[in-house]
């Protein structure tokens, strides 16, 4: 093969893909718009957290996600989705590290489920963008709150079309100390403040039907 | 939706009006509304399945897998430095491995070395209520103890074999401090008897948790037929735990680990020139 021609060959096809994007994004992917969504709890949802310890990582696990999203009728351009709206919260109490007493630890000692028992993210849609594969991705911003305490938060995510729902994922840091978690100790050892949180759900029209 | 005023009066249509406008209002809310409360956490009184050498109501969550090693330093505290405080040994020790098939189910295979007692026990967490703001956990116990090295005896000797049975009750007071009950049975208690002699003994047990991981805890078994036994046994130490872990470290009157043999008594009185150091570690496995 002519590596030279193979060289332009890919980068011609960037442009293309790139041309395509942006005419996707400014043309609205119009079945989304004019609905309200909820997560559909039936599905396999799945909310986790990874921590990065010294000795060995761990994570959290929970499908007990629920909330909503609803988009404004229209072309879904950064004018109309200022309408957008969402909320999405988690039962933290039912996170599962894999060992009971661990669990009890995160309930207890670091969440204080009993008093915060909900970790939420709420607020509106900033940008949708559609691939040429038919993902959507999208720029949320809102406020995210676990702990008791809020934080202004950027997300992004993708959502794949899923027969009249949409599989939601979203990829997102969360620093313990911005909402007064104190650093968990195992075996005396400090395991990373920084966890990596990971969502992945699904969200069906509300009610089987369009919002008029 | 269409709204018409098709009112005669001014009164009809206002509030023809005033439905209309609410209608669209509901129309903009989202229907979304929480369908489930968030998850309660289950009761409990104490953290670790054991106290000391007393058993809780706790068991381990389903598929869990717990080894435990635990130690009792023969030479007394009082010894001081030429025995490093009863650190140089030697020792009593138990090695064990317990096994959680259910969340209410913990079986246990141990091993002491004191004369090399195999233990299996089977903890069945039966009751976990709330009266009155006060939590009470119920969990019985049963095992079978069989002691391979009793001098004079050969190991396969029937009268090697021990078997007892504890009901174990738990609550907790004022928030940070746990109780325990455990009536227990044992059966053939004297190993050197020819005829097995059975009998009553009342554990009771307490844990101040002076922070979420930090709490100090003692406990007592008060039992009557020890023969050359000649005190209950008794214990008082700080406990540590991590999200995985136990540690304990304790100052103990008894040399004797496993349940058939620390309910029957100890040969020292609980006196500080009996005392000796003791420590278990605890580690929570999942595979």
């Given at each position: ?45 799945l909310v986790r957290f990874v ?8 994570d959290g696990v ?135 949180l990971e ?14 | ?287």
């Open positions: 093969m002519n590596w030279a021609l193979f060289k332009s060959f890919v980068n011609a096809d960037r442009v293309v893909r790139l041309s395509v994007a942006f005419l996707f994004a400014v043309v609205a992917p119009s079945w989304l718009a004019g609905q309200e969504y909820h997560v559909d709890v039936e599905q396999e949802n921590s990065d310890a010294p000795i060995e990582d761990f929970t499908q007990r996600i629920d909330g909503f999203l609803v988009l404004p009728q229209g072309n879904l351009g950064v004018t109309e989705l200022s309408a957008s709206e969402f909320y999405f919260e988690v039962d933290i109490a039912s996170l599962d590290t894999g060992i009971g007493l661990r669990n009890r630890h995160m309930r207890d000692n670091y969440l204080e489920t009993d008093e915060f028992p909900y970790a939420t993210f709420a607020g509106r849609v900033v940008r949708i963008d559609e691939e040429p594969s038919g993902r959507f991705r999208a720029l949320t911003k809102g406020v995210f709150a676990v702990h008791g305490v809020e934080r202004e938060r950027e997300v992004e995510c993708t959502a794949d079309r899923a027969g009249r729902s949409l599989r939601i994922s979203c990829a997102f840091q969360v620093k313990l100390s911005d909402h007064n978690i104190p650093i968990p100790r195992l075996m005396f050892l400090k395991i990373n403040e920084v966890m990596e969502l992945d759900f699904f969200l069906a029209p509300a009610g089987g039907g369009e919002r008029r | 939706m269409l709204c018409e005023l098709s009112g005669r009066s001014l009164v009809t249509a206002a509030l023809a009006l005033v439905l209309c406008l609410s209608s669209v209002a509901a129309q903009d809310r989202p229907q979304w509304e929480r369908r489930t409360e968030a998850t309660e956490a289950p009761l409990a009184a104490f953290h670790a399945t054991r106290v000391i050498s007393l058993p809780t109501a706790e068991t381990l969550a389903g598929g869990e897998w717990q080894f435990e090693i635990s130690h009792r330093f023969l030479p007394a505290l009082s010894e001081g430095s030429d025995a490093l405080w009863g650190l140089d040994g030697p020792v009593n020790m138990r090695l064990g491995l317990g096994y959680a098939p259910t969340n209410r189910l913990l079986v246990t295979f141990a091993r002491s070395n004191f004369m090399d007692n195999w233990d299996l026990q089977l903890k069945f967490r039966a009751l976990g209520v709330e009266a009155g703001g006060v939590p009470i956990l119920v969990a019985f116990l049963g095992g079978a103890a069989w002691s391979t090295d009793v001098p004079g005896r050969d190991a396969g000797d029937a009268g090697n074999r021990q078997y007892y049975g504890q009901l174990i009750l738990n609550t907790v007071v004022a928030d940070r401090v746990a109780l325990g009950l455990v009536p227990s049975y044992l059966y053939n208690v004297l190993l050197d008897e020819i005829d097995p002699v059975q009998d009553f003994y009342l554990g009771v047990y307490g844990q101040v948790f002076l922070t979420n991981v930090l709490s100090v805890n003692a406990e007592w078994t008060i039992g009557e037929n020890r023969a050359e036994l000649s005190s209950d046994a008794g214990a008082v130490g700080i406990e540590l735990e991590t999200g995985g872990h136990f540690f304990k470290i304790f100052l103990t009157n008894s040399v004797r680990l496993n349940p058939s043999q620390y309910l029957v008594g100890t040969d020292f009185p609980f006196e500080a020139d009996e005392l000796r150091l003791g420590f278990a570690i605890t580690r929570l496995l999942r595979f």
